[in-house]
């Protein structure tokens, strides 16, 4: 049996119903689509992880002891905009927009530490990695308000070895993000990150990687 790649698309404690979880298998040099579950809380998340598991979280994992931009961040952010993203693409942990966010990925995380000790957990950032890849940065731009968008990046996804996920009826942004999280994560197992920022236990305990 292959490998089990989880891509997270994480919101904030109390949101539950933006969440998605995508759930793949390793097979022929693909990843074939088991189940995507949205409106995942915590219980759902450790769940869907088996024994041995590599998952992608998308959502701050560690946050800096001084408040901003954590190093990884600040050179994410620069990799983003050179390749015409916003600089509000990356967002610092402890943003007012990102506070509860990056509370629940450190308790997600630390929680598949605790109960799944044999899984792998990565900090990925879908819509980066998305276009690391050769993703069209405006169909990125588009995807949380047009349907259309979506499904252009879900044929993309398809096309860069997610079996199955063209298959998927009226998904979300979130749920895109959930896949295209899968991913990065599997792009970070094989060893071939378009870009990694290496854990730095034990305060960034995680790699970051796109």
């Excluded at 895109?176 to 060893?191: F, H, N």
Aim: charged share 20%; proline share 7%.
């Amino acid at each position: 049996m292959g490998q089990t790649i989880i891509g997270v698309d994480l919101s904030g404690p109390g949101s539950a119903a933006h969440t998605s979880v995508a759930v793949f298998r390793e097979q022929g040099g693909a990843l074939d689509l088991l189940e995507l579950v949205a409106g995942a809380n915590d219980q759902a998340i450790l769940d869907r992880v088996p024994a041995g598991a590599i998952v992608g979280l998308d959502a701050p994992l560690s946050y800096s002891p001084t408040g901003g931009s954590r190093t990884s961040d600040q050179s994410l952010r620069r990799v983003a905009v050179e390749h015409g993203l916003p600089a509000g693409t990356v967002m610092a942990p402890s943003a007012p927009r990102m506070a509860y966010l990056t509370l629940r990925g450190v308790a997600v995380s630390r929680m598949l530490g605790s109960e799944r000790p044999d899984a792998r957990v990565v900090e990925v950032h879908p819509t980066v990695a998305m276009v690391l890849k050769g993703a069209s940065v405006a169909t990125l731009k588009a995807m949380k308000h047009e349907p259309e968008a979506r499904r252009e990046l879900l044929a993309w996804l398809e096309g860069q070895g997610l079996r199955g996920v063209c298959d998927l009826d009226q998904v979300s942004d979130h749920s895109v993000a959930a896949c295209a999280a899968g991913l990065a994560a599997w792009q970070w197992r094989q060893g071939k990150p378009a870009w990694i920022h290496s854990a730095e236990p034990p305060l960034h305990p995680f790699d970051f990687a796109c």
